[in-house]
């Protein structure tokens, strides 16, 4: 049996300069449609989304299914994982992306911190965005509620 890859798409238009022009992005779902974007939005406090946002939501998702599929895998019943990612952008040219907070907050039944710990790391290391972003440091904060 062959498996093909699966594709997800995202697209943007961007118009005029950096710091005058806008932008809106989409997913291919549909399911997020022409969310704007701006430099204000990036690196001051205008209404809009960012990339690094963008990024973090899609690192949080993955590793909070990523963490629901090992716990899974080992039987335990999980009423929530809250995940939050904190992604650190420098201030100054040229722009990078510094590291990643991965926090979590979870309840899960009969699961001991240490376990909890280990699974959450191992999550971390394996979810497909942690992955992709290897070049970045990801820092986890794991809590069980």
Sequence with gaps: ???????????????????EGNGKASVGSGFIKEVPYTWGSRFAEEIGTNPEEMLGAAHA????MQLSALLTEKEYDIHHLDVTAHVFITGTSPRTITHIKLVVHALVDDLEADMFQTQAEEAKRTCPVSRALASV???LEAVLD
């Design 61 to 64: 998702a993955c590793f909070a």
């Design 137 to 139: 440091p990801i820092e």
């Design 1 to 19: 049996m062959i498996v093909q890859d699966i594709e997800r798409t995202a697209s943007v238009r961007w118009h005029g300069s950096l710091k």
